[in-house]
């Protein structure tokens, strides 16, 4: 009976941690969707570059809506229009825009949300730097490493390969090839 109550115990940490997240930091994210706010943070990263946005992950310190601050333990996926924003990860930075809950097909399971901290994103119509990247911030050394490890890719592999490969260890899956990245949400591996 002890080997079995040993091997349930990170289940039930489990279940206690899903929990806690839904209920204390997932649930109120929610009563910002659909309304306009005003973020004030820390650029964590740059996710991508599609077509027609730039967009990054901020780190709220509060978030006001209607005049009133708001504390938030969540990260925020903010679009930006392409090209309207230059600033380096790690920087503070305040924008306004629109929320909406993050509803992207790969992260409509809430489980992956809160794994990833990632529960609101924003439209921003406005974004300005606030404060200068500190040194040594763990956010502009990840991102380094990332922009590192991606030149390599793009300087040894072919454009194929090299999207793959960012796609597989860096999480970039935007320049993946559409029927590779189907074949992995297909299949479960994504």
């Known amino acids: 009976r002890f080997l079995v109550f040993l091997a349930a115990l990170p289940c039930l940490a489990g279940c206690l941690y899903f929990l806690f997240h839904y209920y ?8 910002f969707e659909g309304q306009t706010v005003e973020v004030t943070g820390r ?3 740059k996710i991508s570059e599609s077509e027609n946005a730039d967009y990054f992950i901020i780190r709220p310190d509060c978030i006001m809506m209607r005049e009133k601050e ?8 903010v679009y930006f229009e392409k090209g309207s924003l230059d600033i380096p990860v790690g920087s503070a930075v305040k924008c306004r825009g629109k929320v909406f809950e993050d509803t992207d097909s790969d992260d409509l399971r809430i489980n992956v949300r809160l794994t990833r901290r990632q ?10 730097k606030t404060g200068e990247p ?19 890719y793009d300087h040894t592999y072919s454009t194929e390969l ?15 090839d559409d ?3 189907y074949s992995f949400k297909v299949s479960g591996v994504s």
Not at 24 to 31: H, I, N, S, T
Not at 119 to 128: D, K, N, P, V
Not at 135 to 151: E, F, G, S, W
Request: proline fraction near 3%.
């Open 162 to 176: 090299s999207s793959f490969l960012q796609g597989l260890t860096l999480g970039q899956k935007e320049n993946m």
């Open 179 to 181: 029927s590779v990245y």
């Open 24 to 31: 204390v930091v997932y649930r109120p994210a929610l009563q």
């Open 70 to 77: 708001y504390k938030l333990a969540g990260n925020i996926v």
């Open 119 to 128: 529960f609101l994103s924003m439209y921003a119509e406005t974004g300005i």
């Open 43 to 45: 650029l964590t990263g």
């Open 134 to 152: 500190r040194p040594y911030d763990i956010y502009v050394l990840t991102q380094a490493a990332r922009d590192k490890i991606q030149a390599v």
